[in-house]
């Protein structure tokens, strides 16, 4: 079945420094991919999605490019601040009604 | 615009104990889940529907029970709280079943069965 693997946390990183965090999955077909960010305390948040191979998504800062041919949507952002300090997860959604999760990359950013 | 909408927000049961979460969107989505959160597994579906009066089971339904009778809610029941149900319960909703929309989820319910 379709699944989706990220890099194990937590992360821990200096404020401004660059940020990757992995993600691979597995599916039939052409899912859609998403990277959601969770702040302490809170629900889940779409933080950007792309929907075709070759698709990059971006939003405050952060950036992942959907790759078909490694199978990869990997999450990326320049420069780190201590406000992006949240557990990140990547998602697929495939034909049939569901939203499939990774485990969750927990990111601490240091002053 | 409230979004999605969970209640309680905390709960503690005792085994054997049986409770109602629940959850409305005011966005006119047609889709609805339900997910847990347990540390280091990310978030695992329970149950979700693609629109009023219809119902499908996720990865773990067992020990959970869902109706959708109207649009906006999709209330989440509890039949016998077990320990093994301790968790974060998240709520989401969607304008299509047919992806590439993203979800909108509610901010949690954190459930303690002791």
């Known amino acids: 079945g379709d699944s989706v693997t990220q890099m194990e946390g937590p992360v821990t990183l200096s404020e401004e420094a660059f940020l990757t965090i992995n993600c691979t999955y597995t599916?039939?077909?052409?899912?859609?991919l998403f990277w959601y960010v969770q702040y302490p305390g809170e629900g889940l948040q779409l933080l950007l999605k792309?929907?075709?191979?070759?698709d990059k998504g971006s939003n405050k800062g952060f950036e992942a490019t959907y790759r078909k041919e490694t199978t990869s949507f990997h999450l990326e952002k320049g420069s780190v601040q201590v406000s992006d300090s949240a557990v990140y997860f990547c998602?697929?959604?495939?034909?049939?009604?569901?939203?499939?999760f990774g485990q969750g990359t927990e990111l601490s950013v240091k002053p | 615009n409230a979004g999605v909408t969970q209640t309680p927000k905390f709960q503690v049961l005792k085994t054997g104990q049986s409770m109602t979460l629940q959850c409305a969107q005011d966005?006119?989505?047609?889709?609805m889940s339900w997910y847990r959160q347990d540390p280091g597994m990310g978030l695992r579906l329970i149950h979700y529907s693609v629109g009023a009066g219809i119902t499908d089971q996720g990865e773990v339904p067992n020990g959970y029970n869902v109706s959708r009778s109207t649009t906006e809610d999709f209330p989440l029941r509890l039949l016998s709280a077990a320990p093994s149900q301790t968790s974060v319960y998240f709520c989401?909703?969607?304008?299509?079943?047919?992806?590439?929309?993203?979800?909108?989820f509610g901010s949690g319910t954190r459930l303690t069965v002791v």
């Open positions: 989401a909703s969607s304008y299509s079943w047919e992806g590439g929309y993203g979800y909108t």
């Open positions: 599916a039939t077909g052409y899912p859609s």
């Open positions: 966005m006119n989505h047609e889709y």
């Open positions: 998602a697929l959604y495939n034909q049939g009604g569901k939203l499939i």
């Open positions: 792309a929907t075709k191979a070759d």
